[in-house]
Each structure stands twice: as structure tokens, then as C-alpha cells.
């Protein structure tokens, strides 16, 4: 009887055991995707944050205020003459 006892322990530690390991390793590998999702978004942030600086700095030149473009700029010079 004590055996049978003692298998019964046995086998139930030993199951607990595999079942705490499993639960261990996909907690971990959780917390890996989590921490890999943060350091995207942390990268999101930071190319956000040097657009918005880079924004500011073209916005901020003086030169391109005081820019003048022609009307017919984009065509070239004799697209105006060419008839039908």
C-alpha cells in the first residue's frame, strides 16, 4: 500500500512538475513577444519624433517663404504653342 502511495506521489509531483515547466516556458516566450513589441513601438516613437524635428527644422527656413514659382513651371516651354 505505502508503494502505491508513493507511485501516486510520485507521478503527481512529476505531472505538476511538467505542467509548471510548460506554464514557465510560455509565460517566457510571452514576456519575449511583449518586449519585442515595446522596442517596435519605442522605434515607432523615435521615427515619429525625428520627422517631427526635421518638419520643424524645413519649416523654419527663411529662403523658402520668400520662394516664387512660376505658373507654367511644371510644363516645359513650348507645351503651350503645340496645338491640336
Do not use: H
Request: hydrophobic share 45%.
Amino acid at each position: 500500500m505505502l508503494f502505491k502511495a508513493s507511485a501516486i506521489l510520485n507521478l503527481g509531483l512529476g505531472l505538476a512538475a511538467v505542467l509548471l515547466f510548460q506554464w514557465w516556458q510560455g509565460a517566457k516566450q510571452e514576456l519575449e513577444y511583449t518586449q519585442l513589441d515595446l522596442y517596435a513601438c519605442g522605434g515607432r516613437l523615435i521615427n515619429v519624433l525625428e520627422d517631427r524635428n526635421s518638419d520643424t527644422a524645413i519649416d523654419s527656413i527663411d529662403d523658402l517663404r520668400d520662394f516664387v514659382v512660376p505658373p507654367g513651371w511644371l510644363l516645359p516651354p513650348d507645351a503651350g504653342d503645340a496645338g491640336p
